[in-house]
Structure formats: structure tokens, C-alpha cells
């Protein structure tokens, strides 16, 4: 496998490994628990994923040939009026998800090295995904946190539970080795 093989499939895996996490935390909460928020100032889960749709769908929509930043986005606006309903907060959420994968889709030999612009900025391929990687990954974290915050004792762990790594790692390695 080529770096670019071996680039995109990594990618595609992190990209499903954050999606995931995020899906695992709406399984946890209530439909009400979207809009919870630490403080005022707090965004909400529904905000977070508001505004990960908005760039999601303004960075991959025709990600080879037009700037990232498109024009009829409104960024400050995905910070308003969250969405009214879980079950409209997940179509998104999966229509944001769905556009970023069609994109890497769309990567192969004949474009990897073409160079692409996001704020009029200059990126190559790997620069650019590297960017929205590290992006989703940081909000999908906050997703979880508030997530965790809801849920209390009652949150159900997407890695390894305190107390397990012992346990875990036997299971991986054959022994109990850290």
C-alpha cells in the first residue's frame, strides 16, 4: 500500500473512529439533554454539532475545486438557535458526516497533490484533512464531556473504564502488562 492508500485509509478510520464516539454519546442521552449547557456562556451539544454540520458541509462540498470557506455559510449563526429535536440534530449530524466521506471518496491518484484553499489559504490534501481532523476530534470530545457531565455515574465509558486497563491489556497482550 502507497502513502496515499495507506493516508486516506487512516484518515477514513479516525474520521469514523470520532463519528462514533459522538454516536455513542447521543445513544447515552436524553432527547432533552442536547441543549443542556454547563453554564450560559456553554455551548450545548445541539450548538457543537450545529456548528461541526456548518463546517462540515462548507469544507467537503466540492472540496477539490472551491475554497472551504463557501460563501453562503454563516458561521456565527451556527452559535444560534440550536436544533429544535434530537432526531433533527442526528440527520444532520449524519448529512454533515456523509458529504465529509463522499470527499475522501473522491481523492485518488490524479488529484492528491493538487493543492486546495480554505479561507483563501493554501492547503495541500493532507494539510487540509490534518486541519478538519484535529477539529472534529476536539468538538466530538466536548460532545463527550458534556455527555459524560449529563449522564454522571450512569455514563457508560467509550474506552477503556477506570480500573479495567489491567484487564484490558491481558486481553490484547496475553499478559497483565501496562
Not at 455513542?24 to 432527547?31: H, M, S, V
Not at 450560559?40 to 451539544?45: F, V, W, Y
Not at 472551491?66 to 453562503?72: Q, S, T
Not at 478538519?132 to 467509550?158: E, N
Request: charged letters at 25%.
Amino acid at each position: 500500500m502507497d502513502f496515499q492508500e495507506n493516508y486516506l485509509s487512516n484518515v477514513r478510520f479516525e474520521f469514523q473512529r470520532y463519528k462514533s464516539m459522538g454516536d455513542q454519546t447521543f445513544a447515552q442521552i436524553l432527547d432533552t439533554d442536547i441543549h443542556w449547557k454547563y453554564s450560559d456562556s456553554d455551548n450545548s451539544i445541539a450548538i457543537i454539532v450545529k456548528h461541526m454540520v456548518g463546517n462540515m458541509l462548507s469544507r467537503w462540498t466540492n472540496f477539490l475545486t472551491e475554497d472551504g470557506e463557501k460563501i453562503w455559510r454563516e458561521r456565527d449563526l451556527e452559535f444560534e438557535n440550536p436544533y429544535s429535536e434530537k432526531a433533527e440534530m442526528l440527520v444532520a449530524w449524519e448529512k454533515g458526516w456523509q458529504c465529509l466521506f463522499d470527499a475522501l471518496d473522491s481523492i485518488n491518484s490524479s488529484n492528491f497533490e493538487n493543492k486546495i484553499k480554505i479561507r483563501n489559504e493554501e492547503h495541500s490534501i493532507v494539510e487540509a484533512i490534518n486541519r478538519q481532523l484535529a477539529h472534529y476530534a476536539s468538538h466530538v470530545g466536548q460532545i463527550v464531556f458534556i455527555g459524560r457531565m449529563i449522564k454522571g455515574s450512569d455514563w457508560t465509558s467509550l474506552s477503556i473504564p477506570k480500573g479495567e486497563s489491567k484487564a484490558f491489556n491481558k486481553k490484547m497482550f496475553g499478559t497483565g502488562k501496562a
